[in-house]
């Protein structure tokens, strides 16, 4: 790589991320968080005048004004969903990146920086609210989910609509059956998937939700019984969390105080549970995982509502590939690679699997036939 294209790079980044950490403090509601965001958009304001001003002592001007489309994608999440929503994907990416300036030896000052942006970024992934008595050390966790990422669950959602419902249409039509059957065929496996999964979804929120009030419940009963050897858990806990012994004992006495407090503070610090969610709304995560998976398996059967035979099936496809595509374009967003080669592996991998389920309806309705 040359070295004006590594500068063009190091802009770019540096330019992407300043956006991406205004929005972020822009939207966020809580001011020791939005100071935070914009101390870290400041840092990368000032890497990127670095960058910018080397690139026009080196006589170019051609180089890059505003943020990716990665980014600007990032930016609208935030926007439409909150800072949440896309903050463990930033965390994720700022890891991965934590050390691309180690190699570049007039970057030094800089990849110190972004060590500590990494560092930053993944401990406000992990905590909501401002810093403080019982919330020591990461006690709370923000925005939690089932997967720990929003926005990789609802991808999940629509590619597993996409690449079920594809798959089972070109079986059906592999196997010769009319476009009115294959048709049928894609909507009752939208409706069956749909459902599937919304149970699914119910059932598993609902039994995390039960399972956490359970222990709750037996956390309760202890911290009533034997309140000294839960003070003595809470002092062990941060202990291993860095802090030193007499400070430690010193925090869990004065959290042991309130048994309101103490209760919600070893269940988030023991247990890993935070009260005030219990897993979350069952009824809505039944719904948002049955809009999701249908939203991915209407993909394949839309050309089959006015299409006849092989021109249905052909649009199918075509229709598939493209959502296949921008599946693997969103999924980019939190697995560090392009938009064309996600998109590309989505498509291949989804084509892949259609065209084998194709191969076996053709085996079998020759068999039937």
Request: proline share 3%.
């Amino acid at each position: 790589m040359s070295q004006i294209q590594r500068y063009r790079d190091n802009l770019q980044d540096e330019i992407d991320g300043a956006a991406l950490y205004t929005a972020l403090s822009r939207h966020e509601r809580d001011e020791t968080r939005q100071d935070l965001f914009l101390q870290l958009a400041q840092a990368e304001n000032e890497h990127a005048d670095v960058w910018r001003d080397r690139l026009m002592a080196a006589g170019v001007s051609d180089f890059p004004l505003g943020p990716s489309l990665k980014t600007r994608l990032l930016i609208r999440l935030v926007r439409y969903f909150g800072p949440g929503f896309v903050l463990p994907v930033v965390a994720a990416n700022e890891f991965a990146d934590r050390n691309k300036y180690a190699g570049q030896s007039d970057a030094l000052r800089m990849s110190a920086d972004e060590h500590g942006h990494a560092a930053v970024i993944r401990a406000a992934a992990g905590h909501g609210g401002p810093v403080g008595g019982a919330d020591i050390a990461g006690a709370e966790r923000w925005h939690r989910g089932g997967s720990g990422n929003e926005l990789r669950a609802a991808v999940l959602g629509v590619n597993d609509g996409l690449v079920s419902n594809f798959c089972l249409v070109m079986g059906v039509a592999g196997a010769g059956a009319a476009s009115a059957t294959v048709l049928l065929t894609g909507v009752a496996g939208l409706v069956a998937g749909a459902l599937s999964m919304a149970l699914g979804e119910w059932l598993s929120v609902t039994n995390a939700s039960e399972l956490a009030r359970t222990q709750i419940e037996k956390e309760a009963e202890e911290l009533e019984q034997t309140p000294e050897a839960e003070k003595k858990e809470l002092a062990l806990i941060y202990q291993a969390k860095g802090i030193e012994r007499e400070h430690a004992w010193e925090i869990a006495s004065k959290v042991m105080e309130n048994r309101e407090t103490a209760l919600d503070t070893l269940v988030r610090e023991e247990l890993g549970i935070d009260p005030s969610e219990l897993g979350g709304n069952p009824w809505s995560a039944a719904g948002v995982s049955l809009l999701l998976f249908a939203l991915g398996a209407i993909f394949p059967i839309f050309p089959f509502l006015w299409l006849d035979n092989s021109q249905a099936i052909v649009a199918s496809i075509v229709l598939s590939l493209i959502g296949l595509g921008a599946v693997g374009m969103v999924t980019s967003l939190f697995n560090g690679r392009s938009f064309g080669y996600s998109a590309i592996r989505q498509i291949v991998f989804g084509g892949v699997a259609a065209a084998i389920t194709f191969g076996v309806g053709i085996l079998f309705g020759a068999s039937v036939a």
